[in-house]
């Protein structure tokens, strides 16, 4: 049934992501014949495309023909993988990749990795949740097991915060990072969080609560930190994170004493009189060169033929987000991760058995639970220029490069915004007469910025350009949380036509080993 209403529609920024939001617009009133569920808000003027040859179908058709020609000629790679990386963008969701596109150019631009040739989606239930956290997921696509939310490396037996489980050393799971290890490959890892965080711990530690990053916390929960040892003393100690060739990240409070202070003058989070980073370096067999970095120049001045391991902590609790290091002018202290992997490739490289690579875009997670999502958008970039590069260094004949994320957000994209319209923008009017954003969230602390007694403030009036704007959330929450619905997973090089389909995410590591031919299941060489 078609009618006519009063709806407002406003004019919306149609340059490209990089031009900052007008900090007003001007709202039109118009009457406009819509479909009750489908509204049609017609900006005025209407948006000018970018490429006039759209409008012809003839554009369309030529453009469905080459893309389909160019998946026909796509080579199927077998063989085996030499190297193996694996790319977790923690709290990627589908629709954080599709505003990314936009952030990056426009609808029309992909994400590096989504140009790869095999693609597919993955579950990330845990075991005892259905929407979970970046702990269970690790385990599961690293070490194949699915297990309980806030439990990292260990089985489903183990319940969180559970001691006597803990102990247990055969409810221990090792990740495929060992298994790499075991056939002579080296190992590493590089990501923007601590490096003591749930996600990159999964490559290392076995620990029944992912908060369990030093001693202190150990005894915060009534375990005696003298039994368990936590992610940090496993990172140094531990059977697999004292082999990694290469650790770095952020989080140097997590191997210092709270009497001692790092190189920026904060102190760290232990109680127990260690100094891990001093312990790390003394661990050294004869011969071995192991070198620790703290700020950007350090790294970059690395010489990775004569460095053997290598562990930079370049802030003390998370690396601070890629628009702070750019508007801030903070590059010289702090790397992105683009080049802390670079540096890895150099070291890992080195061994003429490959190597196994985790690598996270861990910040992503943390600035869609701030409700930021020019931040995670950010983020997400970061991430996509550190994929491009990896595959720009190695080869797709050996080298398998498998990029997912360990879980959703509820971040939606989502209005009816013109073709080209800023993604941090406004998508139309609502019944209230004001204007929506594009983005908005399901709950978080966006909502106390957005929402009075009275209703809805009135955008217009907000000063929405900054890069650490909040969005709208509809239910009032400290931290936004998870969500529950499928990630994206994409694959290049040898077998990666394993990664189609819906799966479950336990069994990414075993089409990794599969194709490199490393761990005790099925292999391409079997």
């Not at 460095?307 to 002018?329: A, K």
Request: proline share 3%.
């Amino acid at each position: 049934m078609k009618f006519t209403s009063l709806v407002v529609v406003v004019i919306l920024t149609v340059k490209c992501q990089c031009i900052p939001l007008e900090t007003k617009i001007d709202s039109v009133r118009t009457n406009i014949k819509h479909e009750s569920k489908h509204p049609e808000f017609r900006s005025i003027p209407h948006v000018k495309l970018n490429r006039p040859e759209e409008l012809d179908s003839d554009f369309w058709f030529n453009n469905a023909k080459d893309f389909v020609a160019t998946k026909l000629n796509q080579p199927t790679r077998l063989g085996t993988a030499k190297n193996i990386i694996l790319f977790i963008g923690d709290g990627m969701s589908l629709a954080t990749q599709a505003a990314a596109r936009m952030y990056k150019g426009g609808e029309e631009e992909s994400l590096s990795f989504e140009e790869f040739s095999y693609a597919g989606l993955v579950k990330t239930y845990c075991l005892d949740y259905q929407v979970a956290d970046s702990a269970c997921t690790a385990t599961a696509y690293l070490s194949g097991v699915k297990n309980n939310y806030g439990t990292i490396g260990i089985s489903g037996k183990v319940p969180r915060y559970d001691c006597v489980g803990q102990m247990d050393e055969t409810n221990h799971i090792k990740s495929i990072a060992k298994w790499a290890m075991d056939a002579g490959k080296s190992a590493g890892l590089v990501t923007t969080t601590r490096v003591t965080h749930a996600s990159p711990a999964g490559v290392y530690a076995s620990i029944a609560d992912r908060d369990w990053e030093h001693n202190a916390a150990v005894q915060r929960n009534g375990c005696d930190d003298t039994l368990i040892d936590d992610i940090a003393e496993q990172l140094v100690h531990g059977d697999v994170g004292s082999k990694l060739k290469v650790v770095l990240g952020c989080g140097i409070r997590e191997f210092l004493d709270n009497t001692m202070v790092d190189e920026e003058g904060f102190k760290g989070s232990r109680s127990d009189e260690k100094n891990l980073i001093n312990e790390w370096l003394n661990a050294a067999d004869e011969g071995e060169n192991k070198r620790f970095v703290w700020n950007k120049t350090e790294l970059v001045n690395i010489n990775a033929e004569d460095t053997d391991y290598l562990l930079g902590l370049f802030d003390q609790s998370d690396c601070r987000y890629n628009l702070d290091i750019i508007n801030e002018n903070i590059g010289h202290k702090e790397p992105t991760l683009t080049e802390m992997l670079d540096k890895a490739i150099d070291i890992l490289s080195k061994n003429e058995n490959g190597f196994f690579l985790f690598v996270e875009g861990g910040r992503i997670d943390h600035a869609h639970h701030s409700t930021q999502p020019q931040i995670a958008m950010e983020e997400t970039l970061e991430f996509d220029r550190a994929v491009a590069l990896a595959r720009s260094k190695l080869s797709e004949e050996d080298t398998l490069i498998v990029v997912s994320a360990d879980h959703s957000h509820t971040m939606t994209y989502a209005g009816y915004g013109d073709r080209g319209a800023n993604i941090f923008g406004f998508g139309g009017a609502a019944g209230d007469d004001m204007p929506y954003m594009i983005l908005s969230y399901a709950n978080g602390p966006g909502y106390t910025h957005h929402t009075t007694a009275e209703g809805r403030f009135n955008l217009t009036t907000m000063g929405t350009t900054g890069y650490n704007f909040m969005h709208p959330a509809t239910l009032p929450m400290s931290s936004e949380t998870h969500a529950g619905d499928d990630v994206g997973v994409f694959a290049s090089g040898p077998w990666a036509k394993l990664f189609t389909g819906v799966l479950e995410q336990n069994v990414i590591p075993h089409f990794m080993a599969y194709a490199a031919c490393i761990g005790n299941g099925l292999t391409a060489c079997d």
